[in-house]
């Protein structure tokens, strides 16, 4: 077989560890793969390279994806589903494996489902939100360059006599903010899911304080939306930019949260938003032993044609799920786990 693979959406550590994982168990298979560049464009603009030993030995340990990544996937509609099969078909693919998140998993579906293309989709994100798997490679890399920089955070600051707030990615989903903040030490942990408010965040500092404490640490998931109950600041909802894939572009509501707190409790307060420092650099070894898991399985689905799956990680098992699973609202922290999260804070 000749076998297609790309990586579309928001980088995240880990993506090179898959592409690694499926090409060795591929070539064990006696298969030919073809990588297709900057996710679903490459399908549709007929850019690709082929992966070869030389191509892939090492990238293991690497950071990014060497196959690029862009947003744009058939699901947008347009020629594109057309464009992308000529071009699977002028290189004589039999099957694609599609790493990805919300949006490449979609491009996947509608390439399957309309046009029955032959696909596995292997998840990814540092959000963790993708529905169909309760955990996404690049996860565990990003809650640890979050965790490590609320560590680093918790000494200037105890330093200053400061509150730091700290905002890190994850969209509407708190995964990595929940995390983080409990394994950071944080004080208060904001998440886009828990409608907690500015002035119930700096009561919990003002308390701090008055029980002889002298800095805090906020964690501030990017989703967040700014409640004020007294009126005092006004609510601001982070959802209203989209970017040019139709996802809104977050980022920056830390600032709203840190003058509010600084109002509200007298105290200093600073900014820090770790922004795409979340996706870069190496994988952790969890997020290696995962990916090559996830890519395992993947190129031994597609070995056996059984397409139209997503490998998963469902309780303690890696399996295939039907790749529909992958539709609907992401997939966002419960309920039943914000007094979980409200037991770390204080
Ligand atoms: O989905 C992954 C993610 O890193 C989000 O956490 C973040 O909001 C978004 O992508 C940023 O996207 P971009 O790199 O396009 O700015």
Redesign the pocket.
């Known amino acids: 077989m000749k076998i297609g693979i790309l990586t579309g959406?928001?980088?995240?550590p880990g993506l090179n560890a898959v592409i690694s994982s499926v090409a060795r168990r591929s070539w064990d298979h006696g298969h030919e793969l073809i990588g297709f560049k900057y996710g679903w464009r490459g399908v549709i603009e007929d850019d690709s390279i082929p992966l070869t030993r030389d191509v892939v030995r090492g990238i293991m340990r690497e950071g990014g994806t060497i196959l690029r990544s862009s947003?744009d996937n058939p699901a947008h509609g347009g020629d594109r589903p057309e464009r992308a099969l000529a071009t699977l078909k002028k290189h004589q693919v039999d099957a694609l494996i599609v790493i990805g998140?919300e949006g490449t998993m979609k491009g996947a579906l509608t390439m399957h489902r309309d046009h029955g293309l032959a696909v596995v989709g292997v998840p990814k994100?540092?959000?963790n939100?993708l529905p169909g798997t309760e955990l996404t490679v690049g996860f565990d890399s990003?809650l640890a360059i979050a965790t490590e920089a609320l560590d680093r955070l918790a000494t200037t600051a105890e330093s200053h006599d400061r509150v730091m707030v700290c905002e890190v990615?994850?969209?509407t989903a708190g995964w990595?903010a929940m995390y983080a903040g409990i394994a950071g030490g944080a004080d208060v942990i904001l998440l886009p899911e828990m409608d907690m408010s500015v002035e119930e965040a700096s009561e919990i500092v003002t308390r701090r304080h008055g029980q002889g404490r002298d800095s805090s640490l906020i964690v501030v998931g990017?989703?967040y939306n700014l409640r004020s109950t007294t009126g005092l600041f006004d609510d601001v909802n982070v959802e209203h930019e989209l970017?040019a894939y139709g996802?809104?572009?977050?980022?920056g509501i830390s600032n709203h949260v840190a003058h509010a707190v600084e109002q509200l409790t007298g105290f200093e307060t600073r900014v820090t938003i770790l922004g795409?420092v979340?996706?870069g650099g190496p994988p952790t070894a969890r997020d290696r032993a995962l990916a090559s898991r996830f890519g395992f399985l993947a190129a031994d689905l597609v070995h056996e044609g059984n397409f139209g799956q997503l490998v998963a990680q469902v309780g303690r098992d890696v399996l295939p799920v039907p790749l529909e699973q992958t539709e609907g609202d992401a997939r966002v922290i419960p309920e039943d786990v914000f007094e979980f999260v409200r037991s770390f804070m204080g």
């Not at 959406?9 to 995240?12: E, I, K, Q, R, S």
């Open positions: 959406g928001g980088d995240c947003g998140g994100t540092i959000d939100d990003a990615m994850g969209r990595l990017e989703g970017d996802f809104p572009r977050l980022g795409h979340q996706r």
